[in-house]
């Protein structure tokens, strides 16, 4: 009795350990949400405002009737620190287009402000702190995955959601044709 109770509290810790493993796998494999009914309050967006790294408080909707790629991140995150020089050069290469890239930081301003120093951006970085990642769960983030992405149509319209790293090909193909 007592080997059998032994080998089903192993049985259990190994199935527990490996839906715990499935978890990370999944969350760091780039994911989209292209096609997902979620839901998305992109007013929520629009109606929220964040400080800069110079602390000054910047309204989303200043970037309303733009094309958009909004980039939730956090400095303790790899996989988010990685995409944003490409993120940076994305910006650059489309900036007179008009596109505009929002990264949304859900660290504090001084931690921002740290992280830009250390690696500097080209686009727009507002520390949203806590109320980042609430705000990308209102836009369709239900997995709380960091980074999570969207891309906007120049009508506010979400042409596609990203869960982990961004492949930057895959997003630039989907961006080409909201461009002028």
């Not at 989209?32 to 629009?46: C, D, H, M, R, W």
């Not at 727009?124 to 990308?136: Q, Y």
């Not at 369709?140 to 790293?165: C, D, F, I, M, Q």
Request: proline residues 7%; contains cysteine.
């Amino acid at each position: 009795m007592r080997t059998s109770g032994r080998v089903l509290i192993v049985a259990a810790g190994a199935i527990l350990v490996a839906a715990m493993f499935y978890q990370v796998i999944r969350h760091s494999e780039p994911t989209s949400t292209e096609g997902a009914q979620t839901p998305v309050n992109i007013e929520a967006l629009y109606t929220a405002s964040f400080p800069d790294a110079e602390g000054k408080l910047q309204p989303l909707s200043q970037w309303r009737n733009q094309v958009a790629v909004v980039n939730f991140w956090a400095s303790w995150c790899p996989p988010c620190r990685d995409e944003m020089p490409e993120l940076s050069a994305l910006q650059d290469k489309y900036r007179l287009r008009g596109l505009v890239i929002l990264g949304i930081s859900t660290d504090d301003p001084a931690t921002l402000q740290s992280t830009l120093q250390q690696s500097p951006q080209t686009y727009t970085t507002l520390a949203a702190d806590g109320d980042g990642l609430d705000l990308s769960m209102r836009l369709g983030n239900r997995e709380s995955v960091l980074p999570y992405t969207l891309l906007l149509a120049k009508n506010g319209r979400v042409v596609a959601s990203y869960w982990g790293r961004l492949d930057m090909q895959a997003l630039e193909q989907r961006l080409l044709p909201l461009l002028p």
